[in-house]
């Protein structure tokens, strides 16, 4: 089973950005597709933005222009470019395993601790 560790959270002020890493253990990362989650207090969780095994991605339409999902096989990390941060982007953010199917990615790993984002204003 893969286990992920999320990385690279921080204080920044709107129009910063952030790089955050996945960081993942286990054999079967390089056949996993990987996706990021946000919750913000009183929130629900909701996707950020997904990337297959073949490096296809999805992003949720506040995410697309500002975010960037990558990968790098070699080494087992999953990363979530984050760029003119916005205040409303505050959120713990997760990654975790998904299985992509029609309607888009579903988690189907456990929750990690995440790692805080907080975009001042």
């Known amino acids: 089973q893969v286990q992920l560790v999320e990385s690279g959270g921080g204080l920044v002020q709107a129009g910063g950005s952030l790089r955050l890493s996945c960081a993942a253990s286990g054999s079967t990362f390089s056949i996993n597709a990987i996706g990021w989650y946000r919750q913000a207090p009183g929130k629900q969780r909701e996707l950020v933005a997904s990337?297959?095994?073949?490096?296809?991605?999805n992003y949720a339409d506040f995410a697309k222009g500002r975010f960037t999902i990558s990968r790098d096989n070699a080494k087992n990390t999953v990363y979530l470019q984050m760029n003119s941060l916005k205040p409303e982007d505050t959120a713990v953010y997760y990654c975790n395993s998904v299985i992509i199917i029609a309607t888009g990615p579903v988690p189907f790993g456990s929750w990690g601790q995440g790692t805080q984002v907080t975009v001042s204003s």
């Open positions: 990337i297959s095994s073949d490096s296809s991605t």
